[in-house]
């Protein structure tokens, strides 16, 4: 989501949307888009310099709650620092931390069955992602609605790899 697309896709959204921006080349940032008959009053709103978080903080009826949006960086080093720092920054900004719902693409695989292949399993980051599904629901929603059904995100038909590495937690 770049600023100058920002008002083309805001007209085509009935709904309200909170983006994060960058104008790097090669991820464009996040976004969290609500429904436009849901019924809330934003308290406040988070972004990174880099476009890969965005956090609003909604109050509806009595309730407060966090909702963030994440675009994991596709090297496995950057990968972990992202997930430690968005943990961090998550408690930081987060008004209730009993109901935040974390969301995105995070270029990460969390369990076996999240992939064709095993090549995952090695991965640094996959600890410190769930570390931060910790900090939400402590659950991943798919696994929790699907048990183990593979729910496929992401896939190279030239080598023949599948995985999920869109997450709600």
Request: aromatic share 14%; proline share 2%.
């Amino acid at each position: 989501c770049m600023k100058k697309s920002s008002s083309i896709f805001n007209n085509s959204w009935k709904g309200k949307s909170f983006h994060s921006f960058t104008d790097s080349p090669f991820h464009k940032g996040t976004a969290i888009l609500i429904n436009d008959k849901l019924k809330y009053d934003l308290i406040d709103m988070h972004t990174d310099k880099d476009g890969r978080k965005v956090l609003i903080n909604i109050r509806m009826e009595d309730q407060i709650y966090t909702f963030v949006s994440l675009y994991a960086p596709n090297q496995e080093s950057l990968r972990v620092e992202f997930f430690k720092l968005a943990r961090k920054w998550i408690k930081e900004f987060s008004k209730n931390e009993q109901n935040v719902f974390i969301g995105g693409d995070m270029n990460c695989c969390m369990f076996e069955f999240d992939r064709n292949t095993k090549t995952h399993l090695k991965d640094n980051s996959r600890k410190p992602l769930i570390d931060l599904c910790k900090l939400g629901s402590g659950c991943d929603a798919w696994t929790t609605l699907n048990n183990m059904t593979e729910g496929f995100t992401w896939f190279d038909p030239g080598r023949n790899i599948k995985s999920r590495i869109d997450y709600i937690f």
